[in-house]
């Protein structure tokens, strides 16, 4: 099974800076098996980015993804005041999913 | 666009089996179009995917859980369904029913609003 791992765990930023978020896999994941999602309180997650790099419709272009093998990064380039959530990462491999446990991103 | 939400009790008695239906609109399950995915999250911690069920009959669950889980479907309804027998409090979450696009369901695109199913005598 391949254990995703996240860092840091919480990031505390002020709006307008750069995230950079980690999504390390314990094994070679495909990039077109990886994914990003973010969760605000009380929400359903929303699906950011797919295959890695691809954003999902509607998505912002600040948001980005990059990566291949084991790492894997999520950056928002200018911090909106509506990103201060959770992101999770999010793997595929033989029928099976799991997701890490996620960053949160919260305002300083 | 494809919409989907859960329903079922909120409340089960330790012991007995979770049930939880997930009606789709805006798209026909008996289409292929999509994977149709159950995932939980307990109360203030990440996700854990359930298992997922496809038209024809194609399911897949989490090993930690495949000898509790049956996830079937309901096309005449267009609903599909989650099964977790012999619950216990660490069941007690917020259950989410999901969609994955075929014919490569590498991702979730769509998701219910989720239900909370508390697990109490």
């Known amino acids: 099974e391949i254990v995703l791992t996240q860092s840091p765990g919480t990031l505390s930023l002020s709006p307008g800076e750069r995230a950079t978020l980690s999504c390390r896999a314990s094994?070679?994941?495909?990039?077109?098996?990886l994914a990003w999602y973010q969760q605000k309180p009380g929400q359903a997650p929303r699906l950011l980015m797919y295959g890695a790099s691809s954003r999902a419709s509607g998505i912002p272009d600040r948001f980005s993804g990059s990566g291949s093998g084991t790492d894997f990064t999520l950056t928002i380039s200018r911090l909106e005041p509506e990103d201060f959530a959770v992101y999770y990462c999010q793997q595929y491999g033989s029928s099976l999913f799991n997701f890490g446990p996620g960053t949160k991103v919260d305002i300083k | 666009q494809v919409q989907l939400q859960e329903s079922g009790p909120g409340l089960v008695k330790p012991s007995q089996t979770l049930s939880l239906t997930c009606t789709v609109s805006g798209g026909s399950i008996s289409s292929g179009g999509y994977y149709c995915s159950w995932i939980r999250q307990h109360p203030g911690k990440g996700l854990e995917w359930i298992g997922y069920i496809y038209y024809s009959g194609t399911t897949s669950y989490t090993p930690s859980l495949k000898s509790r889980v049956t996830i079937s479907l309901d096309t005449s309804k267009n609903q599909f369904s989650l099964k977790l027998s012999s619950v216990t409090a660490a069941d007690t979450a917020v259950y989410y029913c999901a969609s994955a696009p075929a014919p490569n369901p590498f991702f979730f695109d769509y998701w219910g609003q989720g239900t909370l199913v508390t697990v109490s005598s």
């Open positions: 094994q070679s994941v495909s990039s077109s098996y």
